[in-house]
């Protein structure tokens, strides 16, 4: 794993992400509460809680992918983050939204057009308090 964030998310490695848990319809990110991570108010940067929720629905894009066998591009169109809670311990994103996922890469393949989709996380802290939630709009597209 730390291979994979060293090659392609080395701002992640820095940070402390860790896929916790990864299947087809979920994957789990936690981001540590530490240093590097925090801001002047004594809380998370934001940066660092978005760049946790993009992996979260990313991790799930990019095992979707994996299993197609036709390349397909994939980008993130837009973003929509609340921050509900001051983030000051280990942060835990979810997001379970891998058929939403799927399905889109398979209707894009299908007609050979461009899919969008919106995927929602939600970042909790160690009592279990909501932090943040945040909706990605991811667009996928094969690629000629």
């Known amino acids: ?5 060293l090659a392609n998310l080395p701002m992640g490695l820095l940070a402390g992400l860790k896929i916790t848990q990864l299947d087809k319809g979920k994957a789990v990110v936690s981001v540590p ?35 197609t066998k036709v390349p397909v591009s ?8 609340d921050f ?3 983030a000051r311990t280990k942060v835990i994103f979810s997001c379970a939204e891998g058929d939403k ?21 939600e970042g909790k802290d160690k009592s279990g308090d909501v932090v943040a939630k945040f ?4 667009t996928f597209k094969p690629k000629r």
């Open 84 to 86: 509900i809670k001051k």
């Open 101 to 121: 996922i799927i399905n889109a890469i398979n209707k894009s393949i299908q007609t050979g057009e461009g899919e969008t989709v919106v995927v929602h996380t």
């Open 1 to 5: 794993m730390k291979l994979f964030m």
């Open 33 to 67: 509460f530490k240093y590097l991570n925090k801001n002047p108010f004594k809380s998370m940067y934001f940066a660092v809680l978005a760049m946790a929720a993009e992996l979260s629905s990313g991790i799930l894009s990019l095992a979707a992918l994996h299993d």
């Open 74 to 81: 994939m980008l993130v169109l837009d973003m929509h983050a």
């Open 135 to 138: 909706a990605f709009t991811w």
